[in-house]
């Protein structure tokens, strides 16, 4: 391993949201610099070999600590570990920042209205985000749509709403629709291109798709990121492409 590659961190705090899903804090170099959308590469050693993952960072670039948001990958390697985590325990941190989900990606149109889609663990990279005044000061709307699959799997509530609270006071109009698609009950249960043919989305949320004024960021599941694209494709919204175009993605595993 490079030691000019990674630097050690020490973990803070762990979080368990549900049997399979966990947030853990550690400190993070003053000279680790990086956007709201971005990913860090994290690793561990398992029986000697160091084994590195990406995670999307769920703290705002502006905060002294790294958070990140995981699943455990049942005999995954690295998170079937990753999941014993306690504070004091080491992770290495690669020293540069990776990814193209950022806000500053877009030129075109202007900053209006944000969709924020995401399903699972991709919810990470909007929390930061949105811990951002710069994103509560471009746009005019910004919603922010979670899909899970259970009640127990809709993790960081608690935290959107204290986000809400804390940077809508004076920005964007903002609204937090949950999915939940296993729930017969829940308000919104059905998947997000579903939501988005059926209008359903867009009802919930009293905003239109429009391709002069949205950006739509999707993030999770590569499956929902494909139905997604192609649903909203069918809106006539269009791929964000060298800063133009309405819609940018990251897959997740
Ligand atoms: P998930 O299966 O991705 O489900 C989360 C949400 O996405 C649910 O609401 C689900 O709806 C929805 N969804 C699934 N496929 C979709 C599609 N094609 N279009 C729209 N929505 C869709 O659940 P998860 O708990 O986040 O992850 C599940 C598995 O993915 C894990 O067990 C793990 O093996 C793998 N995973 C791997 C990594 C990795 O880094 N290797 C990371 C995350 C997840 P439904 O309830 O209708 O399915």
Redesign the pocket.
């Given at each position: 391993m490079s030691e000019e590659k990674y630097t050690l961190e020490t973990v803070l705090s762990v979080k368990r949201w549900a049997a399979?899903l966990f947030s853990f804090t550690m400190t993070r170099p003053s000279a680790f610099r990086f956007t709201a959308g971005q990913f860090a590469r994290i690793g561990i050693q398992v029986e000697g070999e160091l084994i590195v993952?990406a995670y999307s960072i769920v703290s705002s670039p502006f905060d002294e600590t790294l958070e990140f948001f995981s699943?455990v990958?049942?005999e995954?390697a690295f998170t079937s570990q990753l999941q014993y985590l306690k504070p004091g325990d080491q992770i290495y941190l690669e020293k540069i920042p990776y990814g193209f989900l950022t806000l500053a990606r877009y030129q075109e149109p202007a900053p209006h209205d944000l969709w924020l889609l995401a399903?699972?663990?991709g919810l990470a990279p909007f929390i930061s985000m949105l811990q951002d005044f710069e994103t509560w000061q471009k746009y005019r709307h910004i919603v922010l749509a979670y899909?899970?699959?259970t009640q127990q799997?809709l993790a960081y509530v608690d935290r959107i709403n204290e986000i809400q609270n804390i940077f809508g006071e004076n920005g964007a109009e903002f609204c937090f629709l949950p999915?939940i698609?296993?729930d017969p009950f829940a308000k919104l249960n059905h998947?997000?291109?579903k939501l988005i043919e059926s209008g359903d989305l867009e009802q919930e949320a009293d905003l239109k798709f429009n391709v002069e004024s949205s950006h739509v960021m999707l993030c999770?599941?590569p499956?929902?990121v494909e139905?997604?694209k192609e649903a909203l494709k069918c809106r006539g919204l269009i791929m964000n492409r060298r800063g133009v175009g309405n819609i940018a993605v990251e897959n997740?595993?």
């Open positions: 399979n993952r699943i990958v049942p995954g399903t699972g663990t899909s899970v699959r799997e999915i698609t296993r998947r997000l291109p999770g599941n499956q929902m139905d997604t997740y595993w």
